[in-house]
Every structure is written in structure tokens, then in C-alpha cells.
């Protein structure tokens, strides 16, 4: 797209809508009680509302996500970016449904759960020195551009409703 061919909104919705479905990836940026900002990227799924991750619960992006229940993504690379504010839920790794976590396992190529992280020479699970958490980020706001000309209509999601 040129400057002088800026997308609708619907089309950027959609364009945004199709990255949630076939990206594995995403930054997400948080920060800490006091404002220290962090910024890592996440495998993710989306289950059509919410974007599932996870981290160790002891990282600074664990402890910011727990801490603050907030969190911001960014989807798409720095000239076709979707950003993404969301409120978070966190959940214990075994407090998901088995069919959730083995849909993120089986969308990202890695599976958070203890038994799946470590073997021992047996081939028996060993715990994680770190366990990890389930962050379930439901999107409130969201933005989408391409171009200086697609500022003026970038948002797209308010409150949790998208108003395209």
C-alpha cells in the first residue's frame, strides 16, 4: 500500500483477524508495579476471543502479568502492525483444559506442561526448576496500521467490541 491508498478498516479488521489465525508469535510488553517496562515474545492461540501464552511464573513477564493483569501485544512487523491492549487472566499450567493446552502445543511446537519439559534417562518426567503459567489475555483495544495514512483511522477495537 502507498500513501495515497489506505486500507478501510474493515480490511485492516480483517488483515488483523487473519494474523491472530496464522501467526505463531508475538511481542508482548508489560511492565512491573513500579513501571519497569518489558518487552519478550510469546508463542500464542487464539481460541477466537482470547490469545493463550505462556512463561515461567518467576520471569519479569510472569511476575508483570500476575502483578498488573495487563498486558500489550504487537502483531505484525513495524510497517503493518496490529497493537493489542488486553486485560489478563492467569492460570495455573494444569488448571487449562487438556484440549487447550494440547492445541497450543500442537499450533506453536511447544508444550508448556511439566511432564513434557524434562525426561530423565528413564524417560520419566522431571518438574521444571521453573514452572510455567497459562496468561489468557482478552484483547480490549485494538490498532492497525500500515502507513502515516491509516493513523487517523487505526482503531479498531474499543471496550472489547470491534467497531468494524
Known amino acids: 500500500m502507498t500513501a495515497d491508498n489506505p486500507r478501510s478498516r474493515a480490511r485492516r479488521r480483517r488483515d488483523t483477524e487473519h494474523r491472530l489465525t496464522h501467526d505463531i508469535d508475538i511481542w508482548v510488553a508489560s511492565a512491573s508495579a513500579d513501571g519497569a517496562p518489558y518487552l519478550v515474545p510469546l508463542s500464542f492461540d487464539r481460541d477466537g ?75 520419566d518426567p522431571i518438574a521444571p526448576a521453573t514452572p510455567y503459567r497459562w496468561f489468557r489475555i482478552s484483547p480490549r483495544r485494538v490498532h492497525a496500521w500500515r502507513e502515516v495514512n491509516e493513523l487517523a483511522d487505526r482503531e479498531l477495537m474499543r471496550d472489547g467490541r470491534w467497531l468494524v
Not at 492460570?91 to 519439559?117: K, M, V, W, Y
Open 49 to 123: 476471543e482470547s490469545l493463550l501464552m505462556a512463561t515461567p511464573a518467576d520471569s519479569p513477564t510472569g511476575r508483570n502479568l500476575a502483578a498488573t493483569r495487563t498486558a500489550r501485544l504487537g502483531l505484525g512487523d513495524t510497517r503493518d502492525v496490529s497493537m493489542i491492549e488486553g486485560e489478563v487472566e492467569v492460570l495455573e499450567i494444569d488448571a487449562l483444559p487438556a484440549a487447550a493446552g494440547d492445541r497450543f502445543a500442537a499450533r506453536t511446537g511447544f508444550d508448556p506442561s511439566p511432564s513434557s519439559q524434562l525426561r530423565s534417562s528413564r524417560g
